[in-house]
Every structure is written in C-alpha cells, then in structure tokens.
C-alpha cells in the first residue's frame, strides 16, 4: 500500500483524474516543482487520511475543489498565495497571502457589499432625478438656463463614479470564490483599466465643475448685468473644455501605464493606490490630483464666501427684506453642505492617498473604504440638494 508519493521535479503537466484512484492509505503527496496548470481536489476523493500536499512551484491557473467541498488533507505547501484562498481554513496553508492581496476585489463582508450596491443604486436615482427636474425647469431664463446646463454637466460626471464602482462588482459575478487565481487576468483586462481611467477623469472632472458652478454663481450675483456666465453657449464651452481635458489626462495616464506595467497596481483598479510605491504615474496621479483638489476647494469656499457677502449686501438694499431673508437663508444652507460634500469627498479622499503612499503596509479595508465609500460621497448628496433646490423653485 501507497502512503508516501513523491513526484517531485518530473516535468508534470496534466495529471488524469484516476490518477490516484483507490490510494486509501496515502498520506504524504508532493507534487512540488511541475508544470501543471490546474488541479482539482476531486483526484483525491479516495484519500481521505491524506495528511500533506505540496503543489509549490507549479503555474497554476485553476485549481477546483470536490463536489461537496471536503478536503482532507490538513497541511497544503505552496508558494501561491491564490491557492490558500481555495482551500476552507481548517487546511493550514504555508504561504500567507501578501498584505496588498485580498481572496475577493472587496475584502468586506456581504453586508458592506450590500451597502456598497445600495449607494451604487442611490447615485443612479438621485442624478437620473436631479438630471429630470433640471431638464424640465419652467423657468427658461438665460440665467436659469446656463444654470442647470452646469447642473446636468455635474451629474453626467457622477455616472462615471458609478459606472466605475458598478465595474467593481464584476469579477465577485464572474469569476466568484475563483478570483484570488485569476487577480492578474482582471488587473491587467481592458475593463479594470477602464475602470482606472474613469476614476482618474471623475477625480479631475467632479470639483473642477464644482469650482465651475461655484465662481458662475457669484459672478452673476455679484454682476448680473455683465456677467458671462448668464449666456449658455460660453457655459458649454468651458463645460466642453473641461470634460476634454479630463478625458485627455485620464488617458494619458492610463495608456502609459498600460504600456509601463501591463496591469493596475491593485485589483480595485485604483489610479492613486500602489502597494509597491514604483509606479510613476500613480505618483504623479496622487501629487497632482492632491494639489488640484486643494486649489479647487480653496476657490470653492472662496467664490461661495463672495457670494454670501454679495447676496447679504443685497438684501439690505431691498425693501423686500424680510420676505427675501427666507429664500437666502436656503441659499446659504445650500451652500454649506455643498461646500462640506466637497471638503469631505476631496480632501479627505486625496490626504489618504498621499497618506498611504508613505506607508510600507496598510489594512485593504482601508483602501476598499477610501475608494467605493468615502470617494462616492459628492455624487451621492450634490444629486439629492439640486434636486431640492429644483423642487422648491417650482
């Protein structure tokens, strides 16, 4: 009887599935130091007192289990960290998967993936709504007009978030409990670079159009007789001018990392995350878009700032003061939440980043978290305030 097989260095590439039919007694099996490609539990059925399996040093691309799941073997060597992630943990596996990498894209339990879902939804309905109201507004003032043209850009720039974090959950449908053995085919696919490249250009796009909304308000508060701003077509442009910037930046970036690297440096397609700190255009993604975010929240605050002082003074030259103090004191709770989306969403998400980038390790929750929940934050409440807006207007 068979309790020890060590085949070990034999060039293996297949091994059939009565390979190790009938062996009952088998208890050590190395299989170490081979070119097979996949492996199935299912060859072992009848090896149910096997103690030790060595697959290291193979090219594992798949690697299934029984039909019911059972494993018997109780030590699994190999040098593979996507193998552990196969196996249940009563299996002691010798190789810990790497801090940066996750058995799931999202290491987060069902309910966090069903919350995450759940704003992904939210994001839709609340843009598809605040996009309606704005594009039925009665009122077709010029004013009002440039207005919700700024308004709909905004929201056409949340869809990218969404469509991003929508990307997100297709290797969890695709490719299930097998994605931990299949994380290079994801990183380096088309649609996670898509996902990178969407990130990218929303980072840029979302408060570059906040600034835009910020500085057209105040502008025409401050100016309504000469202000730009009141004319849609020089609205369409700058809008037009800033989403192509985003779009040629964005690709840029992601072209020449396609090219560089051949894969996203996380499998959250992330462009501002990189565990190994040597990926130039992560870094240059970081510091720049750091930089930007700061400059637009201080031109954000600064532009609301005026217009607050701007619409106060003209309150007080009205006679209609007092019926107006309601309507301003909307405007400036308004105001002050978007202003707050915006520190929250920007700051915080970009001083993560730089954060991060100074870290040798760090936990992947913090990473899932900056990413799909506190990034998203803009596209879910600006949304759920212009549509307000827009329904106390009528």
Same mark, same amino acid.
């Given at each position: 009887?068979?309790?020890?097989?060590?085949?070990?260095?034999?060039?293996?590439?297949?091994?059939?599935?009565?390979?190790?039919?009938?062996?009952?007694?088998? &208890?050590? *099996?190395?299989?170490?130091?081979? %070119?097979? @490609?996949? +492996?199935? !539990?299912?060859?072992?059925?009848? $090896?149910? /007192? =096997?103690?030790?399996?060595?697959?290291?040093?193979?090219?594992?691309?798949?690697?299934?289990?029984?039909?019911?799941?059972?494993?018997?073997?109780?030590?699994?060597?190999?040098?593979?960290?996507?193998?552990?992630?196969?196996?249940?943990?009563?299996?002691?596996?010798?190789?810990?998967?790497?801090?940066?990498?996750?058995?799931?894209?999202?290491?987060?339990? &069902?309910? *966090?993936?069903?919350?995450?879902? %759940?704003? @992904?939804? +939210?994001? !839709?309905?609340?843009?598809?709504? $605040?996009? /309606? =109201?704005?594009?039925?507004?009665?009122?077709?003032?010029?004013?009002?007009?440039?207005?919700?043209?700024?308004?709909?850009?905004?929201?056409?720039?949340?869809?990218?978030?969404?469509?991003?974090?929508?990307?997100?959950?297709?290797?969890?449908?695709?490719?299930?409990?097998?994605?931990?053995?299949?994380?290079?085919?994801?990183?380096?696919?088309?649609?996670?670079?898509?996902?990178?490249?969407?990130?990218?250009?929303? @980072?840029?796009?979302?408060?570059?159009?906040?600034?835009?909304?910020?500085?057209?308000?105040?502008?025409?508060?401050?100016?309504?007789?000469?202000?730009?701003?009141?004319?849609?077509?020089?609205?369409?442009?700058?809008?037009?001018?800033?989403?192509?910037?985003?779009?040629?930046?964005?690709?840029?970036?992601?072209?020449?990392?396609?090219?560089?690297?051949?894969?996203?440096?996380?499998?959250?397609?992330?462009?501002?995350?990189?565990?190994?700190?040597?990926?130039?255009?992560?870094?240059?993604?970081?510091?720049?878009?750091?930089?930007?975010?700061?400059?637009?929240?201080?031109?954000?605050?600064?532009?609301?700032?005026?217009?607050?002082?701007?619409?106060?003074?003209?309150?007080?030259?009205?006679?209609?003061?007092?019926?107006?103090?309601?309507?301003?004191?909307?405007?400036?709770?308004?105001?002050?939440?978007?202003?707050?989306?915006?520190?929250?969403?920007?700051?915080?998400?970009?001083?993560?980043?730089?954060?991060?980038?100074?870290?040798?390790?760090?936990?992947?929750?913090?990473?899932?978290?900056?990413?799909?929940?506190?990034?998203?934050?803009?596209?879910?409440?600006?949304?759920?305030?212009?549509?307000?807006?827009?329904?106390?207007?009528?």
């Amino acid at each position: 009887m068979l309790v020890i097989i060590k085949l070990h260095n034999n060039n293996i590439k297949e091994i059939h599935w009565t390979a190790f039919y009938g062996l009952t007694f088998l &208890k050590y *099996l190395d299989l170490s130091h081979n %070119f097979l @490609s996949q +492996f199935s !539990f299912s060859y072992l059925l009848d $090896s149910k /007192i =096997l103690l030790y399996l060595s697959v290291k040093y193979n090219t594992l691309q798949e690697m299934s289990l029984q039909e019911d799941n059972e494993i018997f073997i109780k030590i699994l060597e190999t040098n593979d960290y996507s193998v552990c992630c196969i196996v249940p943990s009563s299996v002691k596996c010798t190789t810990p998967g790497l801090w940066y990498h996750a058995c799931s894209l999202l290491p987060i339990s &069902k309910r *966090l993936k069903f919350t995450l879902f %759940f704003v @992904s939804v +939210f994001i !839709f309905f609340a843009n598809i709504l $605040s996009s /309606i =109201l704005h594009l039925k507004h009665k009122d077709k003032k010029a004013l009002s007009h440039a207005y919700n043209i700024i308004i709909l850009s905004i929201n056409m720039a949340n869809f990218s978030e969404l469509i991003y974090l929508l990307i997100l959950f297709i290797p969890d449908i695709i490719m299930g409990d097998k994605f931990a053995m299949k994380e290079m085919q994801w990183t380096s696919g088309t649609i996670c670079f898509l996902a990178f490249g969407l990130n990218l250009g929303f @980072s840029f796009l979302s408060p570059s159009l906040h600034s835009l909304l910020s500085y057209a308000r105040f502008s025409v508060v401050s100016n309504p007789m000469e202000s730009k701003f009141k004319q849609s077509k020089i609205v369409i442009r700058l809008i037009f001018g800033l989403y192509l910037t985003s779009i040629f930046f964005s690709a840029t970036a992601m072209t020449v990392n396609w090219i560089k690297d051949g894969e996203t440096p996380t499998s959250v397609c992330s462009p501002f995350i990189d565990p190994f700190n040597s990926n130039l255009v992560i870094k240059i993604n970081i510091f720049g878009v750091a930089s930007l975010n700061l400059a637009f929240i201080m031109f954000i605050v600064l532009s609301y700032t005026k217009l607050i002082i701007s619409l106060k003074k003209s309150q007080e030259s009205l006679k209609e003061a007092l019926s107006k103090k309601k309507s301003n004191k909307q405007t400036v709770v308004q105001i002050a939440v978007l202003v707050t989306s915006n520190i929250v969403c920007l700051l915080f998400t970009s001083a993560m980043h730089v954060f991060l980038m100074f870290m040798d390790k760090y936990p992947m929750s913090v990473i899932v978290w900056t990413t799909v929940m506190i990034a998203p934050i803009d596209s879910v409440i600006c949304p759920v305030v212009f549509s307000l807006t827009a329904f106390r207007q009528k």
